[in-house]
């Protein structure tokens, strides 16, 4: 066999010599780890019902440290005063028992799947509604135990909980809904969580709403007292922005293009009764359907929202247009009642003079005239008006009154609505800045 040969064949089997050796240490690794669970957590060993010791192995309270992950928003509903949310639960605490050898540093932790085999702090969030664990494929949870007793409890979860909600302003509102957590049986003098140092809570990038805009988000301890003793809290409160753009363009705007339809009746015929009278009860039935479909997604509440008062002055402006229109409608017969009477009188009159002329010659006559003449001109001058100036400029029929009535709504509608949106917007949005 050639040289060349016979120094493959020595590479080779080193070759396979040291894999067999790696792979024997790897098992034999494994089997360490084995060891050290079962040194740690055997039987008679560690006692999950005793709390840890305190700092520096101290008979003070544990101390656990609270790290959140926030995933997703599902939904932030209004009428139940609540929102969903997924997020990653991390906490962390310091346990003496659990220490073990690191093998040289090659032993970095060890991963638990099983909460039972450790003590565990009782956190529970206290304005839960509804809460599931994620068990696909496998539980979503884990546990690492450090060498120097330091443990990590990591768990996937998703929470329904309670926001009360304060809908004044509403829709140019803005909500804080609170995430809070608490010890349920440990008091502080043996549990006490404490925010994670340096960036306690994450949001996960892009996070997406679809009616609110998460501005910023606060945490704080929330310590509660109770006959029982005072238990540790913690709390974390999200501030969401209500998006308006969505109800300018389902409320507001067709809201307002209602009220100016209303208006297309006073530029409609005064005769034209069946058009004037459908366009309005048109208009009123819409704008109270547009109520009661926004009411109908709203709570209950015992004040009066920034939504409220929009719809209820828009529905009075539509209601106030109809009436117009009745007023109109008894302006004009009242109008055409008094123009038949001028008639009659001036039949009469002309009958009595038609009589006179009978009995007196043309010399008195012409004296009669003159008298007549003189007395109109004696009487006092009249004082001139700038509305009835302003009003004798536009063209009337018989109908006078009622037709005048129509040309004040024209200007007097949109300018006193125009008044309201003025004041509505400048105090809804000066008291929202002022919350902030």
Not at 5 to 28: G, P, Q, T
Not at 103 to 113: C, H, P, V
């Amino acid at each position: 066999m050639a040289p060349g040969h016979y120094f493959w064949a020595i590479f080779y089997f080193a070759c396979l010599c040291s894999a067999s050796l790696a792979n024997n240490a790897k098992v034999n690794f494994r089997e360490k780890e084995k060891k050290i669970l079962d040194q740690i957590l055997g039987a008679g060993k560690y006692d999950a019902r005793i709390r840890p010791s305190g700092i520096n192995g101290t008979d003070g309270p544990a101390i656990v440290r609270i790290n959140l992950f926030v995933r997703s928003i599902m939904t932030i509903s209004d009428i139940k005063m609540e929102y969903s949310v997924q997020l990653t639960f991390r906490e962390q605490w310091l346990d003496e028992r659990l220490k073990f050898d690191d093998i040289g540093g090659r032993l970095k932790y060890l991963t638990l799947t099983e909460a039972n085999r450790v003590w565990m702090p009782d956190l529970f969030f206290s304005n839960e509604k509804e809460g599931h664990f994620h068990n696909i494929i496998m539980p979503n949870v884990y546990i690492r135990i450090f060498p120097y007793g330091s443990v990590l409890y990591s768990i996937r979860i998703s929470l329904t909980l309670a926001c009360p909600m304060n809908l004044k302003l509403y829709p140019l509102d803005r909500q804080v809904c609170s995430l809070r957590m608490a010890s349920y049986g440990w008091t502080t003098a043996d549990l006490v969580f404490l925010w994670k140092e340096g960036d306690p809570v994450q949001v996960v990038k892009n996070l997406h709403l679809p009616r609110f805009t998460l501005e910023k988000f606060l945490t704080d301890y929330c310590n509660s007292k109770t006959n029982t003793g005072e238990y540790s809290c913690l709390k974390v409160d999200l501030l969401f922005k209500r998006e308006f753009s969505y109800y300018l363009i389902q409320i507001y705007i067709p809201c307002c293009m209602l009220v100016i339809v209303s208006w297309v009746s006073f530029w409609l015929d005064q005769g034209a009764v069946p058009a004037r009278v459908s366009l309005g009860v048109t208009t009123l039935l819409t704008m109270a359907t547009q109520t009661s479909g926004i009411n109908a997604s709203l709570p209950p509440v015992s004040y009066t929202k920034a939504i409220d008062v929009w719809t209820g002055v828009c529905l009075t402006f539509v209601f106030g247009a109809l009436l117009e229109f009745a007023l109109v409608n008894y302006a004009s017969r009242s109008d055409m009642h008094r123009e038949n009477m001028k008639k009659k009188r001036r039949e009469l009159e002309q009958a009595s003079l038609d009589a006179a002329s009978d009995l007196l010659d043309t010399d008195s006559n012409a004296t009669f005239a003159m008298l007549r003449q003189c007395e109109v001109h004696m009487q006092a001058p009249k004082r001139p008006n700038c509305c009835r100036s302003w009003l004798a400029k536009f063209p009337t029929r018989k109908c006078s009154r009622s037709k005048r009535i129509d040309v004040i709504s024209r200007i007097t509608f949109p300018l006193v609505f125009a008044l309201f949106n003025l004041v509505y917007w400048s105090t809804y949005l000066f008291r929202e800045e002022e919350e902030e």
